[in-house]
């Protein structure tokens, strides 16, 4: 089963206890996904066909070029473009001649506006969230210990605070609901008020008073960077490293 390179043990993701499980588990699930579109499965025709239709955003483009040769790259943008120039463009399309657009519902326009608010990466990614996310809800219900292992987690970046509350509201029980959505926040909040403090500290080290106090903590160094990951879910070098993911 393909979809099952999809598929990893909450224990993988919520054990190893180092920054935002959610952001841990969504980039083994990015690397896994681009891996296997650049290995064998780019040959297969019904994912080349899913990759042609939905294409790719800029960041997942980004990591493709860092993973493997060009020629697997190149040999998937040769069958997308070949697919936009016939499939799209290729078409003969019918015209609005009174107002000067495309009828809608069968114009290229939509197919290209489609395109480009869609990545097959993206969406596989969010797929395999999502499904992810419910089997936690559904632990954090039923289990005692993985309430413990969650209350333990170091940090929810606020994007994934956010995946996991919009969920709760709308899968969990009345009954659970309340307890999770106290967890949940305390993992974001309790991290938020430190990174707060942190950059705070940060802007006075350029304040002339504090000039020759002695080298800043690490967590201070640290906190531009952080904070944007926090906000963003994405660390602001993870583009130039991406190579060596
Ligand atoms: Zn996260
Ligand atoms: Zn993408």
Not at 198 to 218: I, T
Request: charged residues 30%.
């Amino acid at each position: 089963m393909r979809d099952s390179i999809y598929t990893i043990p909450v224990s993988e993701v919520f054990e190893p206890m180092d920054g935002c499980p959610i952001c841990r588990l969504r980039d083994t699930l990015e690397k896994r996904c681009v891996e296997y579109i650049m290995g064998a499965a780019m040959m297969e025709p019904d994912i080349r066909e899913e990759t042609n239709k939905a294409g790719f955003c800029s960041f997942h483009f980004q990591k493709m070029l860092h993973s493997r040769n060009r020629l697997s790259i190149a040999l998937m943008l040769e069958s997308h473009l070949d697919y936009i120039k016939k499939d799209i463009f290729g078409q003969k399309q019918r015209v609005d001649v009174k107002q000067g657009i495309f009828r809608k519902g069968d114009s290229r326009l939509d197919q290209t506006k489609n395109m480009t608010k869609t990545c097959y990466v993206c969406d596989k990614i969010q797929w395999a969230l999502s499904r992810m996310v419910d089997t936690t809800l559904n632990l954090w219900e039923k289990e005692e210990s993985f309430r413990e292992l969650y209350a333990k987690q170091p940090v929810l970046c606020l994007e994934h605070y956010t995946l996991l509350a919009d969920r709760a509201q709308a899968k969990m029980s009345r009954k659970s609901l309340p307890g999770f959505m106290e967890a949940t926040t305390s993992l974001t909040t309790k991290y938020l008020d430190q990174l707060k403090e942190d950059v705070s500290s940060f802007c006075r080290l350029y304040d002339y008073r504090n000039a020759g106090k002695g080298e800043p903590e690490e967590s201070v160094v640290t906190s531009v960077e952080r904070a944007i990951w926090y906000l963003t879910s994405r660390n602001p070098s993870q583009d130039d490293n991406a190579s060596t993911n």
